[in-house]
């Protein structure tokens, strides 16, 4: 089976990794791991540069698990792509996301990505906090 993890260069984008390893791990399952933006800048938000997405080259390997690293910036909006992602991937087990805090007025302004990927997933999504620093 298939552990699908949406990452971003964030805290909250490695935990949802670490969590995914650590499924992966329990179940024997590969990991695929999607980074995806709209593309239109080199700085855009959520998108991992090259030095990114070799620590998280690193990271994989290192776990010893079986895995898999895409990153589509072809235009479309991250969350289609890993919706779209999980639907082709025949045996995708669950989809893990990072997640963090946001006030009502933010979830609002800005829309939810950890909440579309939720309502509209067709297979169970497990969405992680990173570490507290407290």
Request: charged fraction near 25%.
């Amino acid at each position: 089976m298939t552990i699908l993890v949406g990452y971003s260069p964030s805290p909250e984008g490695k935990a949802a990794v670490a969590f995914g390893i650590e499924q992966a791990r329990a179940f024997d399952d590969t990991v695929i791991v999607l980074n995806a933006g709209i593309g239109e800048t080199p700085d855009e938000r959520g998108v991992a540069t090259n030095a990114d997405m070799d620590e998280l080259k690193t990271t994989l390997r290192d776990s010893e698990v079986s895995h898999e690293i895409l990153q589509f910036l072809r235009g479309n909006d991250p969350v289609e792509e890993l919706l779209a992602l999980a639907e082709a991937t025949d045996d995708t087990r669950m989809i893990v996301i990072g997640s963090r805090r946001r006030s009502p007025v933010g979830k609002l302004i800005m829309g939810s990505t950890a909440q579309r990927i939720i309502l509209e997933a067709e297979v169970p999504v497990v969405s992680v906090k990173a570490q507290s620093s407290r």
